[in-house]
């Protein structure tokens, strides 16, 4: 016994496992349970792998008690005050934050890539008059690997990083087809003289017959929202496009999975469900009041969206940046609009609220990220797409390194099965 290594002991049948306890850079200790079953004939049983990391990463760090988000080591708070989306692309993907040159050269790559094939065009068109973006996103996503088979070879290193360029540079021109086709609007071109959030607000907003100018407001709000939105670790559709990926599927069919995996209401639509909530009070008539009582209510299911998270439970560092750009986008668009006054009276309401503060229940960054959405006139069945637009180079920062980590493996964890034993087929 070693203070590096945990045992553990079977007493059913007194074996025993002198389990490696690993410890990264920051963090809680790990125990490597590798050896276990081999050792002790045990296995570890953790439906949600809520205790159980199923990686080594150097890309993105969350203390959800102290409410610290950094990537490669920059606080989100730094980078969503100072950089911007393509900034966070080059340090998600590479590591390190681009000099200017460096800088230069990434966006003229990413600038490069940013048009579709013609048939893209026509795939999109193809579907059904009220297709959910969502279903079409995934699917032109996986189609794309039909359009470049010739570069999918995932143990090439230059493949691989074509592959995140295309991706990163489609992505905000896909989305937009969705929405085109959905308002029975042309496609527009990408724009490359326009900044990334420039371009998806014209490819979004713009029409051949006339001009479209975005506010600078309405920019930095979108490049707040795709940076907040680049990477979360191992989130449910990050880890799917690991798994999906470490058979060695293609990089557009495992980027497709983690954007099917992000389309689940308990992942990508929380941002949807706050605008469901807000859309609701407004309809009924109901008073701030009676809707934090509901809240508080434990015979009533009802839960007031966009407060509370999973892993931060002091704070969401994300919101705490989100906030500001989302007050500035209101007042510049009015914020005597009726929902808009409503969630800040709402957010005002809960904050000086005891049961809520008890709880450390803060807004989270889906309360702000549908406010700011729909101050940009997107529509929410849109809200997950944009949520996949900006997650794509996470999704593919931890592809990447997955393909480069000496200890990857298939994904294939084990189960207990509570099914029947052998049993002998009934005689006919
Ligand atoms: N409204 C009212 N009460 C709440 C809320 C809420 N939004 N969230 C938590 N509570 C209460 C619970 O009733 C519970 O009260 P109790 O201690 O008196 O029983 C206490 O706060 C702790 O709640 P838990 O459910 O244990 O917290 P958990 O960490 O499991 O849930 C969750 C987190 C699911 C995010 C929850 O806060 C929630 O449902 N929020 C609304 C949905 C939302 O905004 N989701 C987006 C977050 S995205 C994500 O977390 C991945």
């Known amino acids: 016994m070693s203070n590096d290594t945990v ?31 081999g050792s002790t004939d045990l296995f570890t ?16 760090y969350i203390d959800g008690d102290q409410g610290i988000l950094l990537h490669r ?6 980078l969503a005050a100072n950089s911007n989306y393509l900034e966070v692309c080059h340090l998600l993907l590479d590591g390190e934050l681009p000099n200017q040159d460096e800088f230069n050269e990434f966006e003229s ?40 088979h010739d570069s999918i070879d995932i143990n090439d290193e230059e493949h691989r990083k074509i592959t995140a360029h295309r991706l990163i540079a489609k ?6 087809y969705c929405f085109k086709h959905m308002r029975g609007q042309p496609f527009m071109s990408p ?12 490819l979004m907003f713009a029409v051949p017959a006339g001009d479209y100018v975005p506010s600078p407001t309405a920019v930095r709000a979108l490049e707040t929202i795709l940076i907040l939105h680049a990477d979360h670790e191992q989130n449910a559709s990050t880890s799917t496009v690991r798994l999906a990926g470490s058979s060695g599927a293609n990089p557009f069919a495992s980027i497709a999975a983690g954007i099917a995996c992000l389309w689940g209401p308990a992942h990508g639509g929380a941002n949807e469900a706050v605008m469901n909530m807000l859309d609701d009070i407004m309809d009924t008539g109901a008073t701030i009041e009676s809707t934090i009582a509901r809240a508080k209510d434990k015979s009533d299911p009802f839960r007031l969206m966009g407060f509370g998270h999973r892993v931060y439970k002091n704070y969401d560092p994300r919101a705490a940046c989100i906030q500001k750009v989302c007050h500035d986008l209101l007042d510049e668009l009015g914020g005597d609009q009726p929902l808009f006054q409503l969630a800040r009276e709402l957010e005002e309401a809960v904050l000086a609220d005891d049961y809520f503060k008890e709880r450390k229940l803060f807004p989270n960054v889906d309360f702000y990220s549908g406010i700011v959405l729909r101050a940009l006139n997107i529509p929410m069945s849109m809200f997950t797409v944009m949520f996949a637009m900006s997650r794509t180079v996470g999704w593919i920062a931890h592809w990447q390194e997955m393909h480069n980590d000496p200890e990857f493996r298939i994904g294939r964890p084990q189960q207990i099965y509570t099914g029947e034993t052998h049993r002998p087929y009934p005689k006919k």
Not at 45 to 60: M, Q, V
Not at 73 to 78: A, F, L, N, P
Not at 194 to 202: G, I, T
């Open 45 to 60: 049983y953790d439906p949600g792998f809520a205790a159980t990391a199923s990686c080594k990463s150097s890309i993105t």
């Open 73 to 78: 080591g920059y606080s989100i708070e730094d």
């Open 171 to 176: 992505m905000p021109t896909m989305a937009s």
């Open 191 to 202: 724009k490359n003289n326009l900044s990334y959030s420039e371009n998806f607000l014209h």
């Open 7 to 37: 045992t553990i002991t079977d007493n059913a049948t007194g074996k025993s496992a002198d389990l490696p306890r690993i410890q990264g850079s920051i963090g809680r200790p790990t125990v490597d349970v590798r050896k276990l079953a």
């Open 109 to 148: 790559i990413i600038k490069n890539h940013t048009m579709v094939h013609e048939n893209i065009h026509r795939f999109m068109s193809g579907f059904r008059y009220d297709a959910h973006p969502m279903a079409m996103l995934s699917a032109t996503v996986a189609a794309l690997a039909s359009f470049y």
